[in-house]
């Protein structure tokens, strides 16, 4: 039998013409799409891919996802593996630099990311001047590109020593900037970093701490928060990642592709879906009402959050980790009662053939709300808890983009369906609009 090659072969059948592509990972270069043409001044063939459903930005050695068999991966390490031997600041090693650090490495790590955990002065300032009901994730955003000003030797990006430097800064500050952001919407005092306690156990002091001398934050509060932080640390080209790498790729300061990044996340439909699911087990309020909302869902006229994922097609392998970690927390904070609502409602969706055959599986959503709402955490804070690991995988994403040769400023192309060439006419010799076309206008 001959030897398949690894090529495809595309006939244009407006040509007759046959062209011969490599595939290299199961894909195609689009580039070299562009020798289709019909006639030679042709711009040549381009691929039309609203939303990058079926586009590959980027070759990463980070995170590997396979939606199908529900399986996340860092640096080939398995989350589950991670979830259940590490701590998030050795894991955001993992992530930034590729291996798992030796003890050694994991102490000098440590410290350097520690050192980093205060922010100048006038960055509380700064942050004292958001309105008293600001939301923390609109207060983190600006913040964190407010950073830049901070910090002018990050605008050398192709400097390894300064990228490593940003890096440490980022993750040593993000808890800080998280807790004063919370600290703020509720009038009380910012309370500074304590460096003895672990890099979750200082958050809880930073969120927490009132008048003792000493915060003792809970182990199994903080060891839960660790395994929420390595389920968030990274996953691969989501939309905050993307806009990482695509604004990081005008080569701006890291900082600043770090608040576009943060804003991404902002939106409902990325970290903002754990708050929907509270709100939405919340309104159904009991077991006996989940019938009726199933109802609903089924009906198309809403849809069940924390459900479905675009890339997962499969139980999301967060949110089976999250679900066990949800009893630890409640041995300390008491249950939440909407763990019930979110149990039953997930036994009765996954046998129901609608969720059944869409593969509508819970997602990490599912969990993470009740999770943070049983910790005592406001919903407005929970996409600001997602940003402080996933600082960790924005960071390496970026490097990575920056040490690619391969990359060049993000730059996609448009199929342009608007007005051909026409030529100005002053205002007073337009012609009337019709209705329909102010109609048109006002849609815009
Ligand atoms: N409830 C009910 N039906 C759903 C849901 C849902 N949550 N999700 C998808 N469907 C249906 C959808 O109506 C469609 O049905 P049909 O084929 O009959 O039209 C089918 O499943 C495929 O849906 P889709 O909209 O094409 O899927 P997508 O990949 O574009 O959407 C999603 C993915 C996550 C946006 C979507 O599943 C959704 O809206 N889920 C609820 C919101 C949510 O939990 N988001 C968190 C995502 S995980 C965290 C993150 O990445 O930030």
Avoid at 1 to 6: E, P
Avoid at 177 to 190: C, E, T, V
Avoid at 360 to 378: R, T
Avoid at 411 to 419: H, L
């Amino acid at each position: 039998m001959a030897m398949a090659k690894n090529t495809l072969t595309i006939t244009d059948n407006r040509t007759g013409k046959q062209y011969e592509l490599p595939i290299e990972n199961d894909t195609i270069r689009a580039a070299d799409l562009r020798q289709i043409k019909v006639r030679p001044d042709d711009f040549g063939m381009m691929t039309y891919d609203p939303a990058f459903t079926n586009t590959a930005s980027c070759k990463s050695k980070i995170t590997f996802i396979d939606g199908d068999r529900g399986i996340l991966r860092y640096r080939g390490y398995p989350i589950e593996d991670l979830a259940e031997h590490s701590n998030y600041l050795e894991t955001a090693y993992l992530v930034v630099k590729g291996e798992l650090p030796d003890r050694k490495r994991f102490e000098m790590w440590e410290h350097n990311v520690k050192v980093h955990t205060m922010v100048h002065e006038n960055i509380k300032k700064f942050m004292e001047g958001y309105r008293y009901d600001a939301h923390p994730m609109g207060m983190l955003v600006g913040t964190i590109g407010a950073l830049s000003t901070f910090y002018p030797d990050a605008a050398s990006i192709h400097d390894l020593e300064s990228r490593r430097l940003q890096t440490r800064r980022l993750i040593g500050k993000l808890p800080t900037l998280a807790a004063f952001a919370y600290r703020h919407s509720r009038g009380l005092p910012y309370v500074y970093p304590d460096n003895e306690l672990s890099y979750t156990g200082n958050f809880l002091s930073m969120l927490f701490r009132m008048t003792e001398l000493k915060y003792k934050p809970d182990p199994k509060l903080e060891h839960a928060l660790d395994v929420l932080f390595i389920l968030h640390a990274d996953h691969e080209q989501n939309c905050s990642t993307n806009a990482m790498r695509s604004v990081g790729s005008s080569q701006v300061d890291p900082y600043s592709a770090t608040a576009a990044a943060v804003a991404a996340l902002y939106g409902p439909l990325h970290g903002g879906a754990n708050e929907a699911v509270v709100r939405m087990l919340t309104e159904i309020g009991s077991v006996e009402r989940i019938p009726e909302l199933i109802k609903q869902v089924k009906a198309g006229e809403r849809r069940l959050m924390g459900f479905g994922h675009r890339v997962y097609k499969n139980y999301d392998p967060r949110a089976k980790i999250l679900k066990k970690a949800a009893y630890e927390v409640f041995e300390v904070t008491g249950a939440n009662p909407l763990i019930k609502i979110a149990l039953e409602l997930e036994r009765i969706a996954l046998q129901d053939d609608y969720f059944v055959s869409r593969k509508l599986y819970p997602n990490v959503d599912f969990y993470s709300g009740i999770i943070y709402q049983a910790m005592g955490f406001p919903t407005a804070m929970f996409p600001v808890l997602f940003a402080i690991p996933r600082t960790s995988g924005w960071m390496s994403q970026w490097a990575e983009m920056v040490r690619d040769e391969e990359q060049k400023i993000a730059r996609p192309r448009q199929v342009y369906i608007g007005e051909g060439e026409r030529h100005y006419t002053p205002i007073d010799k337009r012609p009337v609009p019709t209705m329909r076309e102010e109609a048109v206008a006002e849609e815009i």
